[in-house]
């Protein structure tokens, strides 16, 4: 693929939002409300809150299921409702069952690997989250623990990227194991590095913004990211 494919994607992704909009904004906010509970049961564990948003991130393909079935269902020209796309996890459920619980693993992980960094390499004093995440950026003594913190964020986040960006979408379009969807997802990444490090940057930094509005964006972000995502995999698999 060229480097110009991810933008195919966002514009095909964002006529497939508007196609039913009702459909694809109830996951948007479903997406949203799920986001600010797991916030919100955070909010007093500075240990707990960063790795909560990473992990957020994390399991978000697995929360996207809906909107792949919605775009699989506008590109076949099938009957398209709501409840047809939240019935899509009865197209594989074995393998969807076990793409969930890798999802969990690796948010499970993520959140331990947190805890274990901060305890280790943060000197302040106990603060609140939000006090806490502005101590470690604007004081130097703390800068080797934002290092260390991205690093090993970073490190998951792009072994769940490449794991991911394929396989969901290819779980809900085809009855294929898990494995053979793990394993096309990393063939995918492999074969089109730059086209999926830019696409991997989109997505964190429209996240991002989804994120900066206080979670309010991630109404209109999300379904927007999970139909283009859709049509990547359409794209990169035969």
Known sequence: MGLGAPLKWLR????????QPAASLFYGIAIAVTGAVILGVTARFPYLFAAAITGFLLVAPMLAAGLYELSRRYLAGEPVSLLDSMLAWRR????LVGFALLSILAGTAWQVASVVIVALFYKGPALTPMAMMIEILVNPQHYLLFFVYMCAGGLLAALV???????????IDRRCDLLTALGTSVNA?????????LWAVIIMLLTGLGFATALVGLILVMPWLGHASFHAYKDLVE
């Open 161 to 171: 990227f490449g794991v991911s960006v394929v396989s969901m979408p290819m779980l």
């Open 189 to 197: 990444v492999a074969e089109n590095p730059l086209p999926l490090a």
């Open 12 to 19: 095909q992704g964002w006529a497939d939002l508007w196609r």
């Open 92 to 95: 594989n459920p074995s393998a």
